[in-house]
C-alpha cells in the first residue's frame, strides 16, 4: 500500500542538473555564458525524454552523457588531469525503486564513464569496478572507447603547469590562466586538501537527479576528480550514499569537495533526515548543507518522489538547472 500511494501522488515529473559547486566571482561572463547554455541544453534534453515517458534512471544518463561529452564541465571530455598529466573518470549511477547501482573508478579510455556505469548495474554482478577490472569490462561489454588524449584539453594542460609550478590541487582549474592573480575567492583564507593548500575553488562534477511520472527517483555523477591529483584518488563521486543516491523517497547528486562529502556521507543524509525526521525536501536539503559538512565546501541537488525539486550550496555559487512538470524552470550560478 506505501508503494501504491508513493507512485499515486507523485503524478508529476521532475528534473536537476548540476555542473559544479564553488564558482570564484570573477568568472568571465563569456564563461558564465557558456555554462549556462549548456545547462539549459542538458535541461531541454532531459524534459523532452520524460515527456516522450522515458523511465527516471533512462533520462539521468542521457543527460549525464550529454554533460561528458562537452568539455566546459569536468568530466569525460574536458576532464582534470591527474599528477602525471593524464586523465582517471569515475562516475555512478543509481535507480531508486530497488536501490540498485554501478559505479566505476579509474577509467581513463572510455568515453561515456556514466553509461559503464550503468552498464555494471545491469550486466554485471557486482555494483563497483575499477582501474584495469573496470576497463576489461567496458572492452567485453563494447562500449565506446578512446584515447586517453580524448579527454584532454589545452585549457587544462596549463591549469595542471600552474598547478604542479604552486604545489597545490587546484579545484578551480576552470579559471582562465590569463588574470589569475584576481581570482582568488578565498586566497586571504585558503581551504585545505588532505594537507595541501588549494588556492582556488570552483567546480568539478557533473550531475543529474531526475523524478519521472510514476515516482520512481534517479540520481547520477560523473567527473575527472581534482586537478593534480595524485594516481589512484578516488572521490565521493562514485560512492553510493556520499555524492550519489536514490531511493523510493528522493534522488540526491552531490558537488564539492569530496573528502567532505565522504565524511559526511552527504547524499544518503538527505534521505535519512526525510525518512527519519520527516522533514520535506528542500528542508532536508539545507539540514544536511548546514549540518553535516562542517568546515567542508559543497553543494547538492534533489528531488523528491512528489515531483519536487531543490538544492543547496555553502559556497560561492554553483552551476545549477532545474525544471518540474508544472513549467518551472530556473538556470543559475549564485545565490
Request: overall charge negative; aromatic content about 6%.
Amino acid at each position: 500500500m506505501e508503494r501504491e500511494r508513493a507512485t499515486k501522488r507523485a503524478e508529476k515529473w521532475a528534473i536537476a542538473v548540476h555542473g559544479g559547486a564553488g564558482v570564484d566571482p570573477n568568472l568571465p561572463p563569456q564563461r558564465q555564458d557558456q555554462a549556462k547554455q549548456l545547462l539549459n541544453r542538458c535541461l531541454n534534453l532531459g524534459i523532452s525524454a520524460l515527456r516522450s515517458n522515458f523511465s527516471a534512471i533512462d533520462v539521468v544518463e542521457l543527460v549525464v552523457r550529454e554533460l561528458e561529452t562537452d568539455p566546459l564541465f569536468n568530466s569525460g571530455h574536458g576532464s582534470a588531469l591527474t599528477e602525471k598529466g593524464t586523465v582517471e573518470m569515475e562516475a555512478s549511477i543509481m535507480d531508486g525503486p530497488k536501490r540498485r547501482y554501478g559505479a566505476v573508478s579509474g577509467v581513463t579510455t572510455v568515453k561515456n564513464p556514466i553509461s559503464l556505469a550503468r552498464l555494471v548495474m545491469d550486466k554485471s554482478p557486482h555494483s563497483y569496478l575499477a582501474f584495469c577490472g573496470a576497463e576489461e569490462f567496458a572492452r567485453q561489454q563494447g562500449v565506446e572507447l578512446v584515447d586517453n588524449e580524448y579527454f584532454i584539453t589545452e585549457d587544462n594542460v596549463g591549469m595542471l603547469k600552474l598547478a604542479k609550478e604552486a604545489n597545490t590541487i587546484l579545484f578551480d582549474y576552470r579559471i582562465p590562466t590569463t588574470g589569475l592573480e584576481t581570482c582568488a575567492a578565498e586566497a586571504d583564507n585558503p581551504l585545505q586538501m588532505n594537507g595541501l593548500p588549494i588556492n582556488v575553488y570552483a567546480p568539478e562534477t557533473v550531475g543529474c537527479v531526475v523524478v519521472d511520472s510514476q515516482g520512481r527517483c534517479a540520481a547520477a555523477t560523473s567527473t575527472g576528480g581534482l586537478m593534480n591529483k595524485m594516481s589512484g584518488r578516488i572521490g565521493d563521486s562514485p560512492i553510493i550514499g556520499a555524492g550519489t543516491y536514490a531511493c523510493e523517497v528522493c534522488a540526491v547528486s552531490c558537488t564539492g569537495e569530496g573528502e567532505a562529502i565522504l565524511r559526511g556521507t552527504l547524499a544518503r543524509e538527505v534521505a535519512a533526515v526525510m525518512e527519519y525526521k520527516g522533514l520535506g525536501l528542500q528542508e532536508a536539503v539545507n539540514y544536511v548543507i548546514k549540518e553535516r559538512l562542517h568546515e567542508g565546501k559543497a553543494g547538492l541537488i534533489a528531488v523528491s518522489n512528489k515531483g519536487e525539486v531543490a538544492y543547496g550550496f555553502n559556497c560561492v555559487g554553483m552551476f545549477r538547472g532545474c525544471a518540474t512538470e508544472d513549467g518551472f524552470m530556473e538556470v543559475g550560478i549564485w545565490e
